[in-house]
């Protein structure tokens, strides 16, 4: 059946979440024909945007990542809120499953009248993929979600790109040497607003703690700018110890930072704005075959060590 | 005087250090008009290059940067080698004196027959002085200088550029407490290859050597890829303590990853490639006064919350 891109704006404002769902499709679609309809839905929402908390969450694969945001989401809707979840996994095949925003990982989640999951968008590049999810942003804040978390795994760049479209960036890690290791290497505690290590409970209470301390030790190495410390501590997802914790320090981080926080926004939108011109214009020379054939050309000569790269790029816009 | 950009191949080929010069503010010259020479340039001198070692040496100022190079260079000169010293500054004024490369900083080593010393390009952007150092590196190694060394201040991101054009980037580090950290926030640990603390003479040797053992710490809690593990050390450009060291473990270093090394310069030379590509695609809005004022509207659009990025990409390019 092809997509229609047709979307109910009343429905979706009114928290329908099919509607929703159908408005995702479409701003996801890579069909060049639905971008004219996404763009004018956008921007008949955008008065109806900017209004939730926007919250990364990273870890590998194995972190505990489903039942945590699945027990945190719960108790966010038991407090009134409602929660979106989306996935940036830009790992996931172009047509297909995704290893990201299954609801069948989280069914009491997804279950819940407050609750919304959308898995990752399909797509062949990071970029591609987090552009679309920062679209979704906007269009779960308009059909009214108080809390848009951002899941991806801990691994490549995408971390990047989810702290570059959210609020707070937070980061599971796993008791134990080996993830410490992982964490650390991607540079990620320099992104981590929160850095959380899961699964302190039962026999793993003890070394959940020390890796905690391990962690402790290497945020105190960092000099943060701003007017947050990053945060670590220890929490169970499954005995929900620590969680009242989080809850809290993540208060605190949205009131102290609601200043910088506003300007942090902006300067994610400017900063999407001139990312979105440049792939435009990179996308004119990919989508012209003469010029695609010249760049082979020049590739070609760059590896030959025949040409420099400044003159061969030239010679590709200049035949 | 203006600039003649008439640059003669045949001394520069033979060593002449005015001809290197000339070269080299060739293809520095901001003028386009400059452009055509000096490709023509760099297409007659690319079968001589690719013959350096390409070093990249980073510190933040005052930790003896000037000194170790002037030492280190000498000693290459000892043993038979020619030196190019080549600076990466992007905080330099656009026209005057760069706080790099000023060659009264290092006089025996540019009264030294067999070394050249350039201070940093003018430059508006990182990006672009970048892309000047890179064709300046081709230059030197056309004029036959065995080590090309691209030295730059531990400031922003211009480590990151400086890695990405050398075979091997030295770091050197403050003995004490707060350049530590500094390093560590750079997220310079993970670029570098060698992590050099300064300074290990007289009083400060204690204090040296407990900087190298905390850097030590650090460098082992990264996982590494590759057939190197970064290696630290304390020396004195002083006392001359450590240098035999040092000196040892870049040859293992080059000898060691003589294969991975090839493959890094052409992966190097390709991302340029498109790194330069993209920036003329840019370019070529960025200088359409028309599109540029779109631009400035889009932008006003997007920080008043009325249009999202999208759309307001799609407006620049399409009135």
Redesign the interface.
């Known amino acids: 059946m092809p997509f229609n891109p047709t979307v109910d704006i009343d429905a979706l404002r009114a928290g329908n979440r099919r509607a929703l769902a159908r408005a995702i499709t479409l701003v996801e679609s890579q069909n060049p024909a639905h971008?004219p309809a996404?763009?004018a839905l956008?921007?008949s929402l955008?008065?109806y945007?900017?209004t939730s908390t926007r919250l990364g969450i990273s870890g590998v694969p194995g972190v505990g990542k489903s039942t945590f945001i699945e027990t945190f989401g719960l108790r966010a809707i038991e407090r009134g809120q409602r929660v979106a979840v989306l996935a940036v996994d830009p790992s996931s095949p172009v047509n297909g499953g995704s290893i990201l925003g299954d609801k069948t990982r989280m069914e009491s989640l997804s279950r819940a009248d407050g609750a919304f999951i959308r898995p990752s968008p399909a797509g062949d590049s990071l970029g591609g993929v987090a552009?679309r999810t920062?679209?979704a942003i906007?269009l779960c804040e308009a059909a009214g979600y108080d809390q848009v978390w951002v899941e991806t795994v801990g691994v490549g760049q995408s971390e990047h790109a989810v702290a570059n479209m959210t609020d707070a960036f937070m980061v599971l890690m796993q008791p134990g040497a080996g993830d410490?290791?992982?964490g650390?290497?991607k540079?990620i505690l320099?992104l981590a607003d929160f850095i959380v290590v899961n699964k302190a409970d039962g026999d793993a209470t003890l070394l959940a703690e020390a890796s905690r301390r391990h962690y402790q030790n290497?945020v105190n190495?960092?000099?943060h700018n701003g007017f947050w410390q990053p945060q670590v501590l220890s929490i169970s997802a499954v005995t929900l110890n620590g969680l009242d914790t989080l809850e809290g320090q993540l208060q605190d981080y949205l009131r102290l930072g609601s200043k910088s926080l506003a300007a942090r926004r902006?300067g994610q939108?400017?900063s999407?704005?001139e990312e979105?011109?440049?792939?435009?214009?990179?996308q004119?020379?990919t989508q012209d075959p003469d010029a695609v054939t010249r760049?082979q050309r020049?590739?070609e000569a760059?590896?030959n060590?025949?040409?420099?790269?400044?003159?061969?790029?030239?010679s590709?816009?200049q035949p």
Chains 1, 2 share one sequence.
Request: charged share 15%; glycine share 6%.
């Open positions: 971008r996404a763009n956008l921007d955008m008065p945007t900017g552009q920062r679209e906007l410490e290791l992982q650390i290497k540079g320099e290497a190495l960092l000099t902006t939108n400017l999407w704005l979105q011109l440049r792939t435009l214009a990179w004119a020379i760049y020049a590739r760059v590896m060590g025949t040409m420099a790269p400044i003159p061969a790029a030239m590709v816009l």
